[in-house]
Each structure stands twice: as C-alpha cells, then as structure tokens.
C-alpha cells in the first residue's frame, strides 16, 4: 500500500523548511501534521520514541527523524526531481556546516536581539533540550563577535553566486541552496530589519533567497496528529531487515541499541535494529497507541549504543 507524506512540523521552524522546499522541488503532494514547539508533544513521542526535535516524517509505520534522512529518504522515494545531481554526498556533508556553524551564529544573533520576549517556559523547554543556559545577555555579548563569523560564513555564499548564476551550484536549486538558505528564511522571518541591514552588502543573496522562497512548498493539506497515529497502527513498516557487515561496533538486525542525537535534544531511543549503513540505522520500536513502527536515524551526528 502507498501511503502518503506527512510531515510532522510548525510554520516557524527552520528544519522544517528545508524538507517543505525539497517536497516542493520535487513537487510533490503532502501532508501537515502541527506539532507544538516545545514538549509535551503526545501525538508524536509515541511514534518517535521519544524523539522530540523538528521534524519528523511519517510514511505509514515507518518514522523519519532528522532533517538531513528526510532529504535522504525523499531522494531515495523520489530520484527523478533530484535534489543532488551533481553528486549525493557532499551536499549532506555542507550540511554539517549550515546546520551547526551557521546556525548557531544565526541563533545567537536573533535570540541576543528578542530573546528577553520569548516566554518563560519555551526558555526552560530549550534549556532542558540543550542541557545549559538559555541565557540572553550571553547571546547579547557574543553578538559583535558572532555578527562578524555570520558576515564571513554568508560571505561563502556571496561569492558562490558572484558570478550571477541562479542557484548555488548552477541554472537550477539543490540541496546546497536548501541548506544555506534555511539559516536566511530564519533570520529574515525573526529580525527582518537586522537582517536587512546585514544583507545589504550582500544583495545577490537578497536575490538568490527570492529565487529559493519561489520555489514553494509543492501541494499540502493538514492532517490531524491523531490521524497521523491512526495511519502508523494500520501500517506495517516497509523497512527490511539487513546485514551491515561493516559496522564498526559489529551490530546486528535484532540487536537492542539506543540512539540519540550528539548535539542537543539528545533523547535515547530504544529499539531493535532492523538495518543499518554507514547513513542510516532504523529501529523497531512498539506503542500501544501505534503498533509497531521502525524510526529511522541518521548516522552523521547521532551515537548508537547497544542496550
Ligand atoms: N538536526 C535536526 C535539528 C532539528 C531542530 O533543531 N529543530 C528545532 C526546530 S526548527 C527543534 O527541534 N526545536 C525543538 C522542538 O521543536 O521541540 C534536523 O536537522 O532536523
């Protein structure tokens, strides 16, 4: 059975903008389940297992999390729209990038701008998910030095597209464009008068970020959550059981693992290994309220740990 796209997010999130420019690259029609912002999310840890990051997608009983194997796995669903035609590792490699330096310069430059008008219990929400302080006269005094890193970093891009070529890596947009553009969508929709300012220097990434907006998020429709958990009781997983003879741990199909995010948000997720490759590791996992479901992980910045 084919079931559809749904993607687990919320309008302001910028990993989520990154997945809903690829569907809509690949024009593709889909699903919106809203989710909150901050826990308790109980229409979505059940399927997760405790993954509680934005966002995730769910193809019947089978659960993706993580910006970077969404992309993966729409790449993998979808190949005829490729989002990496020119070579499909790298551009998850640049991620690392985007995703981590960049992001967290653009963090800290719109929470030290509005951070002391974000309410109370998001800042607890994110302390508890990051594990230190949600302090904004931190982010306030690294503001001159990250305003400098995020000038040099959005130099990068400024001479990529300095020879008025369309898109990042040529005449049409790829993943490269998705990942950098992400960390422009942010600050432009959070602080659109210091982004502005830090922009005009750089107005082919005023332009390029038009082109990108363009593009669009393909079709969708909203899903209630509950639905979405009613979908992954009646589906059964299509994950295969594999062998992954190179495992550096020597992990097997059926072995119990936990796994977690390396950065922040690093909840462990137990489950039994159904495959895994030097990409991706996916996990069968039971609820009451979903049945059973395989989520799948990324390797790249994620620790898997037998249990
Ligand atoms: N590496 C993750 C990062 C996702 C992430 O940090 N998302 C933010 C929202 S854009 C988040 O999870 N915030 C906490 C939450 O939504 O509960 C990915 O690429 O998907």
Redesign the pocket.
């Known amino acids: 059975m084919v079931h559809e796209i749904i993607l687990h997010n ?1 309008a ?8 809903r420019l690829v569907l809509g690259i690949k024009g593709l029609s889909w699903r919106w389940s809203e ?5 308790p ?1 109980p229409d979505l840890t059940p399927m997760t297992g405790g993954y ?4 995730v997608m769910q193809i019947g009983a089978d659960i993706f ?4 194997l ?1 992309i993966r796995e729409l790449e993998r669903r979808f190949p005829a729209t490729s989002v990496t035609p020119h070579g499909q590792g790298l551009p998850y490699g640049l ?1 690392f990038w985007t ?1 981590r330096v960049l ?1 967290m310069a653009t963090v800290t430059l719109i929470f030290g701008e509005i951070g002391h008008m974000v309410p109370e219990d998001f800042k607890k ?2 302390e508890a ?1 990051s594990g230190g302080a949600f302090s904004v006269d931190a982010m306030k005094r690294a503001t001159p030095a990250m305003r400098d890193q995020w000038r040099a970093h959005a130099g990068f891009i400024a001479e990529q597209l300095s020879d008025h070529r369309s898109f990042l890596e040529g005449g049409k947009p790829t993943l490269a464009d998705i990942n950098c553009y992400m960390n422009f969508w ?1 600050i432009k929709n959070a602080v659109p008068q210091t982004a502005a300012n830090l922009l005009k220097e750089f107005p082919l990434i005023e332009a390029w970020c038009g082109r990108v907006k363009a593009i669009g998020h393909g079709l969708h429709t909203s899903i209630d959550s509950k639905e979405a958990l009613r979908i992954a009781k009646e589906a059964t997983p299509d994950a295969k059981r594999a062998d992954d003879p190179f495992d550096p741990q020597g992990l097997k199909p059926g072995d119990n693992v936990k796994v977690g ?1 390396d ?3 690093k909840d462990q997720i137990a489950g039994e290994i159904v495959f895994g490759n030097a990409h991706e590791i996916a996990i069968l996992r039971s609820d009451p309220s979903v049945g059973d479901v395989v989520v799948h992980f ?1 390797r790249a ?1 994620f620790t898997v740990t037998p249990s």
Request: net charge neutral; aromatic share 14%; glycine share 8%.
């Open positions: 919320f302001s999130s910028p990993f989520s903008e990154k997945v989710i909150p912002s901050m826990l999310k509680r990051k934005t966002p999390c993580d910006s970077q969404i991620g995703d992001f929400d994110r998910m942010f995010a950065d922040y948000g990324p910045g």
